[in-house]
T-cell receptor, first 113, second 111 residues
């Protein structure tokens, strides 16, 4: 069964450094999403992406964040200058169309020191 | 602020019993609702989705939706220790892109 994959599974970085989290969505899916979950808190929407454009973003997704589909398979989330409070699990998800069930990748655990 | 509310629990049920998980939502315009299961340190895993008022059954799971009361529930029949996890309720935003999640209810099924 096709699934969303994410790399790396864990990332440790120093405050102020840039990080890029990578996702490979399910192959025939066209809509891509990033969510984060701070330890002990709820899953929070960051951004959705379709047709090489952001279709929706939350208040969390400020100028420090960006997303890109650099090729036909990868979908990336970049955090330009990480803060301590960016420490969280970051989940990628994808769907074939809008309003469809979102299938989540295994996540990247980001720790900012 | 459009919220999805869940009792954090923990909800403890004996093996073989029915577990009942509840969720309320504030956005009357929400059309679709999802139940995900999340084991500690893992990603959300879809259990069921429901769009229409009433009940929807899938194996041991039944989702119930009452749009008038803005209430969604998940029943787990014949609960097993492997069902012990956090259950997340989510609804789509009006745009249809973002999922709004509740904080989740922790379920513990005791042997």
């Amino acid at each position: 069964e096709p699934e969303v994959t994410q790399t790396p599974s864990h990332q440790v970085t120093q405050m102020g450094q840039e990080v890029i989290l990578r996702c490979v969505p399910i192959s025939n899916h066209l809509y891509f999403y990033w969510y984060r979950q701070i330890l002990g808190q709820k899953v929070e929407f960051l951004v959705s992406f379709y047709n090489n454009e952001i279709s929706e973003k939350s208040e969390i997704f400020d100028d420090q964040f960006s997303v890109e589909r650099p090729d036909g398979s990868n979908f990336t989330l970049k955090i330009r200058s990480t803060k301590l409070e960016d420490s969280a699990m970051y989940f990628c998800a994808s769907t074939a169309g809008p309003m469809e069930t979102q299938y989540f990748g295994p996540g990247t655990r980001l720790l900012v020191l | 602020q459009k919220e999805v509310e869940q009792n954090s629990g923990p909800l403890s049920v004996p093996e073989g019993a029915i577990a009942s998980l509840n969720c309320t939502y504030s956005d009357r315009g929400s059309q679709s609702f999802f139940w995900y299961r999340q084991y500690s340190g893992k990603s959300p895993e879809l259990i069921m989705f429901i769009y229409s008022n009433g009940d929807k059954e899938d194996g041991r799971f039944t989702a119930q939706l009452n749009k008038a009361s803005q209430y969604v529930s998940l029943l787990i029949r014949d609960s097993q220790p492997s069902d012990s996890a956090t259950y997340l309720c989510a609804s789509h935003s009006n745009s249809g892109y973002a999922l709004n999640f509740g904080k989740g209810t922790s379920l513990l099924v005791t042997p």
